[in-house]
């Protein structure tokens, strides 16, 4: 197993082993120019040149960063891909200097072996960002979860205030 920067020949692979997750609600869709867009956020997992897993780190600023699109194919899992793609993303936060690293999710356990651990404090990147567009806001079943120092109040507050205030709740994957 190994794991990688994404390059632009792998959005096709992304994409299909996003899409196999969209129709239970496990990770938001992604279109393939919206993955072409953000290549540079993914990491992939390959075994013997077969692309087997992804992840991408969406970077908010040196406060937040945020692991979103994690996949491994069904026929490979429980060889250690997810947890080599997750560390990958980790030490890219840590590259680039970020506090917090958080992300949502209905598997708590797998991620709590990584080293995150269950907030409820707000996090107004994401409701920016996911949560008011999301068919699930009312009826979010996703946990949040950080690894880090969540950023300060102020900053939050400072953040919630430039951003149009959010009023519906929820998570987003
Ligand atoms: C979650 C996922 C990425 C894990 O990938 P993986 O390659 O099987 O993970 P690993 O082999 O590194 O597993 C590491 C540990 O986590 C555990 N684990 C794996 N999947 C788990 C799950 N769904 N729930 C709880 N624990 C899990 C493993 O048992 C293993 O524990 P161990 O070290 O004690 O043996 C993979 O199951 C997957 O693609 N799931 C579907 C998509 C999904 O749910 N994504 C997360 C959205 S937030």
């Known amino acids: 197993m190994n794991v990688r920067n994404a390059v632009l020949p792998d959005a096709e692979g992304i994409r299909r082993l996003i ?10 869709p ?22 087997v897993g992804c992840a991408a780190l969406h970077l908010y600023g040196e406060h937040l960063a945020e ?22 993303l ?3 936060a840590s590259r680039h200097g970020v506090q917090c690293v958080c992300l949502f999710t209905r598997i708590p356990e797998f991620f709590a072996g990584l080293g995150f651990q269950i907030t409820h404090e707000p996090l107004p990147d994401k409701l920016y960002k996911d949560c008011r567009r999301c068919s699930r806001r009312h009826a979010c079943d996703e946990i949040a979860m950080i690894r880090g120092e969540l950023p300060q109040a102020e900053p939050i507050a400072a953040i919630a205030k430039i951003r149009r205030p959010i009023v519906a709740a929820g998570g987003g994957r």
Do not use: W, Y
Request: include cysteine; charge should be positive; aromatic fraction near 2%.
């Open 30 to 51: 992604r279109s393939l120019p919206e993955i072409c867009e953000n290549i540079r956020d993914f990491v992939v997992a390959e075994h013997r040149g077969e692309l």
């Open 67 to 88: 692991i979103r699109s994690i996949a491994v194919q069904p026929r490979a899992r429980g060889r250690g891909a997810g947890t080599m793609l997750v560390k990958a």
């Open 19 to 28: 899409a196999g997750h969209v129709g239970d609600g496990t990770l938001l």
């Open 90 to 92: 980790l030490r890219e």
